[in-house]
């Protein structure tokens, strides 16, 4: 059975850090690309990052571009987001997925929320 | 940027059909996928590549891409189905969500 197990996410000042994880099992986590999915508080969904089977191509949407940073060990089969400089605007809750590109977003994690408040 | 139109509901009786509309610029060019959230859960994907079903979803889940619009049909409709949902496409091979359709049944 497939799985994806975010880590617990948190409140975090504006202008702080934090990094999420994503364990996976069920699969062969390094062959395929994995991606993370935010929601907003009522909102709907937005893209956030792709990677690659590999990891060595990575994609992020612009509104995150420069401050965040995906990545993967895939020894560990472990798939992280690296968030720095952190706005109010990125409150939310934040989705790992299997797939990019020619890879639907088969499965979800359960979710995990950032919030960024003072 | 990209953008994919939703109307943000829809409200359909019990055993009719549901039509969930998603517009985008030559949208019939590419693959479109549908998600299904209902409150407090994940995405769940029930249609990939404009009409595949992944196993599990009904059979009354049913997917159309033409033109500019692709279209999320749910036939005889459950009060289960009552949810939102998000069709995906793709620009510039980045990943694009529609703003969501909340199906209200009733």
């Known amino acids: 059975e497939v799985q994806l197990v975010e880590s617990e996410g948190g409140l975090v000042q504006p202008g702080g850090s934090l990094r999420l994880s994503c364990s996976a099992s069920?699969?062969?986590?390094?062959?395929?690309?994995m991606t993370w999915v935010r929601q907003a508080p009522a909102k709907g969904l937005e893209w956030v990052s792709s990677?690659?089977?590999?990891?060595?191509?990575?994609y992020y949407a612009d509104s995150v571009r420069g401050r965040f940073t995906i990545s993967r060990d895939n020894s560990k089969n472990i798939l992280y987001l690296e968030m720095n400089s952190l706005k109010i605007e990125d409150t939310a809750v934040y989705y790992c997925a299997r797939g990019f590109r020619a890879d639907p977003f088969h499965y979800w994690g359960q979710g995990t929320l950032v919030t960024a408040s003072s | 940027s990209y953008e994919l139109t939703q109307p943000p509901s829809l409200s359909v009786s019990p055993g009719q059909t549901a039509s969930i509309p998603c517009s985008g610029d030559?949208?019939?060019?590419?693959?479109t996928s549908w998600f299904q959230q209902k409150p407090g859960q994940s995405p769940v994907l029930v249609i990939y590549?404009?009409?595949k079903r992944p196993s599990g979803v009904p059979e009354r889940f049913s997917g159309s891409n033409s033109g500019s619009t692709a279209t999320l049909t749910i036939s005889g409709t459950q009060a289960t189905d009552e949810a939102d949902y998000y069709c995906?496409?793709?620009?510039?091979?980045?990943?694009?969500f529609g703003g969501g359709t909340k199906l209200t049944v009733l």
């Open positions: 030559e949208l019939g060019d590419q693959y």
């Open positions: 069920g699969f062969t986590f390094r062959d395929y690309p």
């Open positions: 995906q496409a793709w620009d510039n091979s980045l990943v694009v």
């Open positions: 990677i690659s089977d590999s990891g060595r191509s990575t």
């Open positions: 590549e404009d009409n």
